[in-house]
């Protein structure tokens, strides 16, 4: 029992830091980049936003209450991380990261349940014919958000040296790495086989 339960987790760890599919660890570094440590409950919040948002379209998809056509989820998921590194570009050092908290945290439960049907496909491997998908799921989610917190953690630790050590502006590091990001996801959107 244990066993399998580190399985899933474990399953659920290396989805995510799996180097060919870095599109999550992209979303997760454009909306942790505008904070540092002294923001974590902020943090903390939107992740928790976004877990919330991929964890209810995980659990609709792995019981079949919804059905999405997988090619517009890939499509959507990297339009999604360039909307947030784009809005990052847009309001690096300006106070927008604290006023608009209702745009943002909607925004990123919207992209939290489009990022959670592509973990849908993957999950259906997973659980294949499981009696227990809901025990399965928790454990898989664990994994999710375990993976998640270490890239937060990483993404955070980079922007204290980058600013501390190195002297970056907030708002040269935030746009440095929103920049980065939309260079990589702009091909990803064009390569997608929707638009084939």
Known sequence: ??????FNVEYGINHVLDINGYDHVLF?????VPYMFKNWKR???????????????????????????GEIVEFLIPVTILIVALFNVFTAG???QKEKIGVLFISTLFFGLIHGLGFAREFHILAGDSDNKFLLLLEFALGIELAQIIIVFVVLFLGYIG????????????????AIVVGLVIPMILNSDFLA
């Open 1 to 6: 029992m244990l066993e399998n339960f580190w």
């Open 28 to 32: 997760l570094m454009v909306l942790t």
């Open 43 to 69: 943090v903390l919040l939107l992740v928790t936003t976004f877990t919330i948002g991929h964890t209810l379209s995980l659990v609709l998809a792995a019981y079949s209450i919804i059905r999405v056509n």
């Open 94 to 96: 300006k106070s927008a």
């Open 163 to 178: 600013q501390t050590i190195f002297r970056f502006s907030k708002r040269d590091w935030v746009m440095v790495i929103s």
